[in-house]
């Protein structure tokens, strides 16, 4: 479980929070991240990073994510201090500050932090939504955060999948149509196309609800037919923005016994919550605070969601009367 | 049934297939976290899972994204996006409707009109008209016409001058013609025979007066289609050879003519030779007029000139003296019936102009409002990998959808308008390759002028914001 520990760094600076994120020094592996950084000389990235040269070495955190995670291979992500600072009217705001991180294959990373904590503005970084304002972004071995906005709307098609807490399906089109949509902007022929949706949609479970319109689907299912469509151009790495952010707990737990089970199964996660409970389903928390990384852990007490499904499931068979005969 | 709080996919397994097997651990690779599920066994460890073989397939590309399948996908969101909001849809293509319907009625009556007056134009545009000049009765005009002196042999000068191709003097007169229990009232033209070039008349049956029957006023006579109906439908006779009564005389019949058409009154009309009418019909010596076909219409002024001059020879009019002849030209009339032609054609083509320029405003407006709602939708599609380009090509076809069934629907009622307006007027229904393309341009156009705004703005849409966007 998290502690209330991620609360703990309030301004600035804190050397004492244990899992602090890699700082600004000179890196002798990083040698493009100075150039990097030149552009945007203001006054607040000065402020934000000055203090923290005399932090942790960056290495420390990415030898950190080698050992918890047990993962080899190249990173699937590597974000090497990235920073983003909006401007709103004549202010500078940083949303983001100098946040490293790297993301191995197979692993099930947990985005964590209060609202205004930067998790958000990550995300769409990550997503190649945005772009930083300085900093580096390797998505599969590619520096994706100098790309032009053709570029970035192909590497989300072809190397993303989107969860979004409001699922976001197309409401006039069956699920079958929306898990198809990836695969157009992809060139892919129509024929393949609707393979390889019926083939996505049963992974998920949805094998017998192919031509149903998001309204006659339920919560949970049309998170089901959103995560089909995630997975439908092969993606490196699944993002999912508060999952289960409109879903009941029951159904939460099942759209996470999902996530779970395809993680399981090979697939990178990165999912951004502002709830501990669903942080727990994670196998490693990175928490987010006024705009920096603070803190880097593996997840030790894990939910595990099927567990928790199948219980409820029980209780649910003692009980009839509750949910009165429904049958499967 | 009973109101549940729960989901109704609350069995259904993850990977859609039953449940099965003992409880079993999967073990992470360093651990550090323990994984306990009594349904693990999903994943067997020496293949690979179904999702990564999943995975491995789909990243398989060997597409590339040709634009010709982007227009396609494109083409297939439009539809489903207009239908989806079918009356809007249909109210929008109404103002392209209306306009291009518009165009297309005033092309086609213009048209027709401008067919009409080149008709007139072929027969008019190179003829110069002869007539008699005015009397003067003590200082007072008698009016146009009212003296005889135009003679045969005024025609014949005529003729020897350069430029011109035919000349024929007229007799006009009506009167009652008979054949056997029939009869019927008509114009009797006393012409030479170069009149069927002059006004391209076909013989249909028999032939033309010949050149000796001019000469010698024999009395023969040269039916108009209405006449020859008048007198010979009845009978069922062979009119080639049959004596009729033109007033009080007899005439032969050699010829039929072919009927002109047009709705005109000009196939009731019988050609005699023009000494037998002057000598068996109005008894007189001189002619009515005399009509010239110049060789180029360019010329028209020029013969005039000589006509005039040679005219003043041949009645001895002093210089300074008034002629008492009237040497007339249709080219000043052409101009204007020409420039009021113009004039009409771009009153109603302004017209139809504003009409498509308001239904362009219209598929402008609605694009913006589809725009603004389905930004959310937008935000998904940029999500997912849909460039700015690819954005902004869904929402021009959309309009280009939009206008282009307007266009179509509009050509039909247009053309209808157009066939029963001439149909009515008596005008020639006249149906252009330009009138029909017209409408595809004008519509495209019009997609494309007032779509390119709104179908910008949606590709310029942040992603970011557009996601947030509540439905």
């Known amino acids: 479980m998290a502690t209330e ?16 994120p890699p700082t600004i020094d000179e890196q002798p592996t990083q040698p493009e991240w100075a150039v ?9 990235t000065k402020q934000a990073t000055v203090p923290h040269a005399t932090n942790t070495v960056a290495s420390q ?18 974000v090497r201090h990235l920073a983003k600072t909006y401007v709103l009217g004549k202010t500078l705001v940083p949303a983001l500050r100098d946040v490293t991180l790297k993301v191995y294959p197979g692993e099930f990373v947990v985005v964590l932090g209060p609202s205004g904590s930067g998790k958000s503005t990550f995300m769409n970084l990550i997503g190649c939504l945005d772009r930083p304002t300085s900093g580096e972004y390797w998505l599969m071995g590619r520096l994706v955060s100098k790309m032009s906005s053709d570029e970035l709307a192909n590497i ?18 069956s699920a079958l149509k929306n898990v198809e949509l990836p695969m157009i902007y992809a060139g892919v022929p129509a024929r393949e196309r609707e393979i390889r949706a019926r083939k996505a949609l049963s992974l998920v479970g949805l094998g017998n609800r192919l031509h149903h319109k998001p309204s006659e689907l339920s919560g949970g299912q049309q998170q089901r037919v959103a995560i089909a469509r995630a997975l439908v151009n092969g993606p490196a790495v699944l993002l999912a923005d508060e999952p289960t952010g409109n879903l009941d707990s029951r159904t939460s737990v099942e759209i996470m016994a999902v996530l779970q089970e395809l993680n399981e199964q090979g697939l990178t996660i990165v999912l951004v919550t502002h709830d501990l409970n669903v942080a727990a389903y994670g196998k490693r928390q990175v928490s987010f605070f006024d705009g920096r ?30 949910i009165g005969g429904q049958q499967p | 049934m009973s109101r549940s709080t729960q989901p109704p996919v609350r069995r ?20 550090a976290a323990r994984i306990q599920s009594s349904t693990a066994t999903l994943t067997s460890p020496p293949q690979p899972s179904p999702l990564e073989s999943l995975l491995q397939e789909m990243r398989q590309h060997t597409w590339q994204r040709g634009p010709l399948s982007m227009l396609g996908a494109n083409f297939g969101s439009a539809v489903e996006a207009l239908i989806a909001n079918s009356m809007r849809s249909l109210l929008t293509a109404l103002g392209i409707f209306i306009g291009v319907a518009a165009v297309i009625a005033a092309l086609t009556l213009t048209q027709g009109t401008s067919a009409y007056v080149s008709q007139q134009v072929a027969s008019l545009g190179d003829s110069v008209i002869v007539g008699p000049g005015t009397a003067q009765s003590n200082g007072v005009s008698q009016g146009s016409g009212t003296l005889s002196t135009l003679t045969l042999q005024d025609a014949e000068a005529i003729g020897q001058l350069p430029h011109v191709k035919a000349e024929s003097p007229f007799i006009d007169t009506s009167a009652q013609v008979v054949y056997g229990s029939q009869n019927w009232n008509t114009t009797i033209e006393g012409v030479n025979t170069q009149v069927q070039s002059m006004q391209n008349w076909t013989v249909a049956q028999g032939s033309w007066f010949s050149a000796n029957d001019a000469q010698f006023g024999t009395p023969v006579a040269v039916l108009g289609a209405t006449v020859y109906h008048s007198l010979f439908d009845a009978s069922g006779a062979n009119p080639i050879g049959k004596q009729i009564l033109i007033g009080s005389e007899t005439f032969r019949v050699v010829g039929v003519l072919a009927p002109q058409g047009g709705g005109f009154t000009q196939d009731n009309v019988i050609f005699v030779p023009i000494r037998a009418a002057q000598i068996r019909l109005n008894n007189t010596n001189y002619v009515d007029q005399i009509q010239v076909q110049v060789d180029d219409p360019a010329n028209v002024n020029q013969v005039a000139q000589e006509i005039t001059v040679l005219l003043q020879q041949r009645h001895h009019i002093a210089s300074g003296a008034t002629n008492d002849f009237q040497v007339t030209t249709f080219t000043f009339i052409l101009q204007r019936i020409g420039q009021t032609t113009a004039i009409l054609t771009y009153l109603l083509v302004g017209i139809a102009a504003i009409s498509l320029t308001v239904g362009g405003i219209g598929i402008m407006n609605i694009m ?44 039909g009622l247009g053309l209808l308008v157009g066939m029963i307006v001439t149909h009515l007027a008596n005008l020639p229904f006249v149906v252009t390759a330009t009138s029909v393309a017209l409408p595809f341009v004008v519509s495209a156009s019009i997609a494309v002028i007032f779509g390119l705004y709104p179908a910008i703005r949606a590709s310029r849409l942040d992603p970011i914001e557009a996601i947030r966007t509540e439905e």
């Open chain 2, 368 to 411: 913006l409002v589809s725009v603004t709602e389905r930004t959310w939708e937008i935000g998904i599609r940029m999500a997912i990998g849909a460039t700015r380009g690819d954005i902004r090509n869904q929402f021009l076809i959309e309009a280009l959808v939009l206008c282009l069934v307007g266009g179509v629907i509009g050509l």
């Open chain 1, 36 to 44: 990097g950084q030149k552009p945007v000389p203001t006054d607040i």
């Open chain 1, 5 to 20: 520990d991620a609360k703990t760094p309030q301004r600035g600076p804190s050397p004492m929070s244990p899992g602090i």
């Open chain 1, 293 to 322: 990384l603070v803190r880097d852990e593996v997840v030790t007490n894990r939910r595990i969601a099927l567990d928790e499904w199948n219980k409820l499931h029980a209780q649910a068979e003692a009980q009839p009367a509750q």
């Open chain 2, 12 to 31: 259904v397994n993850l990977q859609g297939t039953p449940r099965q097997g003992p409880p079993a651990t999967v073990q992470q690779a360093n651990g």
């Open chain 1, 156 to 173: 989300r098609n072809r190397l993303i999948g989107f969860v979004f807490q409001g699922f976001n399906l197309l409401s006039r089109a």
């Open chain 1, 61 to 78: 955190a990415d030898e950190t994510i080698t050992i918890t995670s047990g993962q080899q291979g190249k990173p699937v992500i590597d």
